[in-house]
């Protein structure tokens, strides 16, 4: 707990006067006031987050993590637990989603084995971080201690530190376990206060009576932990895994280093709502890149007050959402630096 009260204890609110700076700027832009939207709004945030009136995000990358859970074994899933492994394979020899979308951004991608059932050949450029081969089985108890919990956030906190000593100035989150959307669906449930029915969906693909499975197995696990859902700590533990765990130390570290963390979809925006949870400040850091299928996406965003950069439809994790939500973002700071203002164009501006 030490550890962790030291990463939070550090985190503050965003820059006022970087914010309001940034803001003038915009309105010296040539092109009347507001008319960049969102986009305006995202350059100021970031200036706010990083302290920078002009800032920089043109280093990104995606840290994705890798891991196993045990309720995979409930039925819960249209894939078989070993996916997992495989799919970590594919992303490091490049083949997967997530790599071509970030070839197409220019990100690059960082795949972490938090708690992956399998063993990884060397030299394949893997972060090997292994907590545990896999969680237990929240149906049936908690899905790891308290310990264990702390250990996953500081590999995630680690995470970000080496990338801000790589200088990467724009994180993403990605994700890859199966079965995974059944513990975020017991967390939205207990940190939402909603029921489980509300916020499962249908994850890889699984049919209606797969849902209703899952549902049910979502329940049982509420059930079962009960007298452990106490704080956000040992909530994460009973009912998380670890790379939900990896990525809310990802979180928390990029907000204690003002870097803008770039939140994916279902899985990663669970591991942010702990981070919230753990210190509401940490939401000013955050960019939600995209809106999931999966139902109870669209309720997380109702209840933070917050609106998604996009909504195509993705449904996938790896980080997909969050590496098409970069191009936004960098575009965003690129009007923000490289537009002329109107004193330097030459350009008339709006009649008072």
């Not at 920078?52 to 990104?60: I, M, N, S, Y």
């Not at 993590?65 to 637990?81: C, Q």
């Not at 893997?126 to 250990?151: C, D, H, Y």
Request: glycine share 12%.
């Amino acid at each position: 707990m030490e550890r962790l009260n030291k990463w939070l204890g550090s985190i503050g609110g965003l820059d006022e006067k970087a914010m309001e700076e940034a803001t003038r700027h915009q309105d010296q832009l040539t092109k009347p006031r507001g008319s960049l939207g969102r986009l305006e709004e995202l350059a100021c945030h970031i200036a706010g987050i990083t302290g920078e009136v002009h800032p920089d995000v043109g280093k990104k990358r995606i840290v994705l993590f890798a891991a196993d859970h045990g309720v995979a074994r409930e039925g819960v899933s249209a894939y078989p637990r070993e996916v997992t492994a495989q799919m970590v394979l594919n992303f490091l020899n490049g083949g997967a989603a997530i790599n071509s979308i970030s070839r197409a951004v220019g990100a690059q991608v960082e795949v972490v084995d938090i708690g992956v059932d399998a063993d990884f050949p060397e030299d394949q450029g893997l972060v090997e971080r292994k907590i545990s081969r896999g969680t237990a089985n929240i149906a049936k108890g908690p899905a790891m201690s308290i310990e264990q919990a702390i250990s996953a956030i500081a590999v995630g906190v680690e995470r970000a530190e080496d990338a801000v000593q790589d200088d990467v100035k724009l994180l993403g989150t990605g994700d890859m376990g199966i079965g995974n959307t059944t513990p975020s669906s017991a967390l939205y449930a207990t940190l939402l206060n909603r029921p489980a029915a509300e916020v499962t969906g249908r994850g890889t693909g699984v049919d209606d009576e797969g849902l209703a499975r899952k549902v049910q197995v979502v329940e049982r696990a509420l059930s079962v932990n009960r007298d452990r859902l106490t704080s956000p700590l040992s909530i994460l533990a009973a009912l998380g895994g670890f790379e939900i765990a990896g990525l809310c130390g990802l979180v928390i570290s990029a907000a204690q280093n003002r870097v803008p963390v770039v939140i994916d979809g279902f899985i990663s925006s669970v591991a942010a709502l702990v981070a919230i949870h753990l210190k509401p400040e940490i939401q000013h850091y955050c960019i939600f890149g995209h809106l999931s299928q999966e139902q109870g996406h669209r309720l997380f965003f109702k209840e933070i007050g917050e609106r998604p950069l996009i909504d195509l439809d993705l449904r996938l994790g790896e980080g997909t959402g969050a590496a098409l939500a970069m191009s936004i973002i960098h575009a965003a700071i690129e009007t923000h630096n490289g537009m002329a203002t109107f004193e330097s164009a030459g350009v008339s501006g709006k009649e008072e």
